[in-house]
Nanobody, 128 residues
Framework: QVQLVESGGGLVQPGGSLRLSCTAPGFNLDPYAIGWFRQAPGKEREGVSCISKSGVTTQYRAPVKGRFTISRDNAKNTVYLQMNSLNVEDTAVYYC?????????????????????WGQGTQVTVSS
């Protein structure tokens, strides 16, 4: 069973920054598009950002555009989500998910919908 592991969550004041990491010990993430999702209390899970397996394509949900940046370091088998200018609406449990393995023809695609493998999540709380 593939298990992704998120880290980097915590408590931050409004306007602050956090960097989330997603890795998969013993499992190669290279052939997978990776997405970040979040679920706030009482709300449905939503896609936040994704990156293609090639790293060429990224997508962002409208509320986080210009504030969040997704990237991947295949040498470290890790995907990052840099979150700047955080506000209270960003408070949620953040999950990463891998979708694939993808054929070569899909190397530049990613999705803000779902994934095959998920992590347990990391809590992000934005509060003064």
């Amino acid at each position: 069973q593939v298990q992704l592991v998120e880290s980097g969550g915590g408590l931050v004041q409004p306007g602050g920054s956090l960097r989330l990491s997603c890795t998969a010990p013993g499992f190669n993430l290279d052939p997978y598009a990776i997405g970040w999702f979040r679920q706030a209390p009482g709300k449905e899970r939503e896609g936040v950002s994704c990156i293609s397996k090639s790293g060429v394509t990224t997508q962002y949900r409208a509320p986080v555009k210009g504030r969040f940046t997704i990237s991947r370091d295949n040498a470290k088998n890790t995907v990052y989500l840099q979150m700047n200018s955080l506000n209270v609406e960003d408070t949620a449990v953040y999950y990463c998910a891998a979708r694939g393995p993808l054929l070569f023809e899909l190397r530049d695609m990613c999705w803000l919908t779902t994934g095959n493998y998920w992590g347990q999540g990391t809590q992000v709380t934005v509060s003064s």
